[in-house]
Every structure is written in structure tokens, then in C-alpha cells.
């Protein structure tokens, strides 16, 4: 009875519940969004720990088993939705009344990335982002520039967020065991971006160029992807920048990707 196509899998191990519960910080003035909350284990301890929880679950299924789960606990509100489909500054509004808000998830891959970028890019006010993925993609999120993870997903990320590595969870803490390793990884959502840019659209047009062409240099890159820039001004703009244009897209910090994307909209 678990939904492969929903990347069901359910933790089952009450140390990690707590190692992700103390490591998000959530104390009695934390409102929480928890995104999937499945069969409720994780849900159970959120609300102990929590002033209250607001859990999103896109499967039918899982309700009436979550409001077994969760009968006695008062401070837990169960929405049958899928989460990209709600407006979340709506929810905000008519859910919570002051105090940090916390997003809190165990979620699939496939869906995790649409799940952050619809918080992220819709600037809904949470303090954090606290979710549990394959190992793989919370390194991506991490990575630093040089790295070998370090990638488009890395920068649209760390524009929002600083990043820490929370722990890492082995396949047997679920049921039924999921095949890779997966990492708690907490996003602490920054006031405001980690770079000024001028123009956003523009910015993360350069960061999917210079990383959609891996083995070109930026000159290459830049000037032969949806941008379409000639090649005078990208040599223009990388030398304003102090950015050899042999250099590739992997070892840009953000404020250089920053200073190109600038440099292209003073001059578009
Ligand atoms: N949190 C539970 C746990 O740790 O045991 C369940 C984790 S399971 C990996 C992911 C859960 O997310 C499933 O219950 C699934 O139905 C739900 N889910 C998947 N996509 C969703 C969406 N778009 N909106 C809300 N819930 C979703």
C-alpha cells in the first residue's frame, strides 16, 4: 500500500525524527509547514516540539490514517493538497498568528526542487527550510563553487539561503528502504538575496548558460546559449568583471555571476 509514483517512504526511526527536529530548531514559538507528512511519524514529534503544525498531504489516501496517527494532538491542522497547487501566502495568513515559520519535509527527489523554488521565488516569509533528500541533491545544494557538485541548483539555492548539512540518514531508517543514502539539510532563507542583481530573469539565464555547456569556457558558454550574446560583449562584460573568459561556469562565485548578469543588463 505505499504510492512508488508519490516516493513514499516512511521514516520509522525515532533518532533521526529527533536529530531533525532538534537540528531544525523548532521550539514552542515555531510554526511549522510540514510538506508530506505520510503515516505521521515525523508529524507526532513536530507538534510536541512545536507551537503548531500545518502538515500538506497530497494523497487521499494517507488521511484517515493520519487522523488516526494524530488523534489527541491539538495543534496539527491536515490539508489534502498538493503544495505547488496552494497559495502559500494565503496559508501563512489564515493559518498562523506571529512567531518563526519553519518548512519541514521528507520529501522525493523528483518533487523536492519545485517544492523549495515555489517558496523561494514566491519570497513566502519562512525562516527555514528543513528537508530530508538523496544525499545527492542536498550535496548539490551545498556545494561550493570548484566543487564537483557545485551546479545551477547550487547557486538558485544559495541566492535564497545559506546552507548547512544537518546529517546524513541511511536507506534503513525507512520503510520500505529507499536504494541511496539521503542528507538532512537545513536552508536558513537569507532577508534578503546574497547578491544584488539588476535583473533576476537575466541572472539566472547567465548561471543556466555558463553551466549548460560544461566543458566550454565562459566566452563559448555565454555567447552560444539562450542569451545570444555576441562575442564582443561577453569578452566586454567577463573583462569588466575581473573574470578570465577561459574560466568555466563551475568555478563562479555567486557575486561573479552577479557582476556578469549586471554587466549584461547595462548593456541590453
Ligand atoms: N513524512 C513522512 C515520513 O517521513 O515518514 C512521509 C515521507 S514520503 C518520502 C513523502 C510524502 O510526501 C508522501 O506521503 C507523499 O504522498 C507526499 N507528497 C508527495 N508529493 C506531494 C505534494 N506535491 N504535496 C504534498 N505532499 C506530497
Redesign the pocket.
Known sequence: HF?KS???????DYNIIEKIIRGAGITKDTNVI??????????QGLSEAAKKVVA????KK?IPILEDTLQGYENIKVIN????KLDLHQLLKDEFDGGDIKVI????YY?TTP?IMKFLEEKVPVESIII?IQKEVADRMNAKPGNKDYGALSVAVQYYCTTEIITIVPPTV?IPQPKVDSSVIKLNVLKEPKVKVEREDIFFKVVKDAFGKRRKTLLNALSSGDLQFNKDMVREVLKESNVDEKRRGETLSLDEFASIANGFVRRI
Not at 508519490?6 to 520509522?12: A, E, K, P, S, Y
Not at 510540514?34 to 508529524?43: I, K, M, N, Q
Not at 519535509?105 to 522525493?108: D, M, S, V
Request: glycine share 14%; no cysteine; proline share 6%.
Open positions: 504510492s508519490l516516493g513514499q517512504n516512511f521514516l520509522v510540514e510538506v508530506g507528512p505520510g503515516a505521521g511519524s515525523l508529524t500538506v498531504e497530497i494523497d494517507l493538497e498538493d503544495i505547488l519535509g521528507n520529501l522525493p518533487i517544492i530530508m525507512f
